[in-house]
């Protein structure tokens, strides 16, 4: 499996991004996904993740009301909806595939075995 991220950029505080996952590998729909984030001088934290249904969602208290995490198992991919962006949300961005098939969402990053490149999301003051 292979995830390529876009969609990061520079956006004033209170302003919005999408940020979208392309994944290649016939066994995507399968698999839970998340996003996890690495700001600078910090070490890299689970943001959010999406059932392999697509049902399920869970969210870190910090994004919650703020984010919304989608996934499209016909497209193969999952999109970061972030609005009301602050500054302490700067960061490089992945998205991530759990190992396990069928499973429940995890938070811990050695859950998951396929990393996008990362996309940088910047917000200004």
């Known amino acids: 499996v292979q995830l390529q991220a876009s969609g990061g950029g520079l956006v004033q505080a209170g302003g919005s991004l999408r940020l979208s996952c392309a994944a290649s590998g016939r066994s995507f729909s399968r698999h839970a996904m998340g996003w996890f984030r690495q700001a600078p001088g910090k070490e890299r934290e689970f943001v959010c993740g999406?059932?392999?249904?697509?049902?399920?969602?869970f969210y870190v208290q910090s994004v919650r009301g703020r984010f919304t995490i989608s996934r499209d198992n016909a497209k193969n991919t999952v999109d970061l909806q972030m609005n009301n962006l602050k500054p302490e949300d700067t960061a490089v961005y992945y998205c991530?595939?759990?190992?396990?098939?069928?499973?429940?969402?995890?938070?811990?990053?050695?859950?998951?075995?396929?990393w996008g490149q990362g996309t940088l999301v910047t917000v200004s003051s």
């Open positions: 991530s595939l759990q190992g396990r098939r069928f499973s429940t969402i995890e938070t811990e990053g050695d859950k998951y075995d396929y």
């Open positions: 999406v059932s392999w249904t697509g049902q399920s969602t």
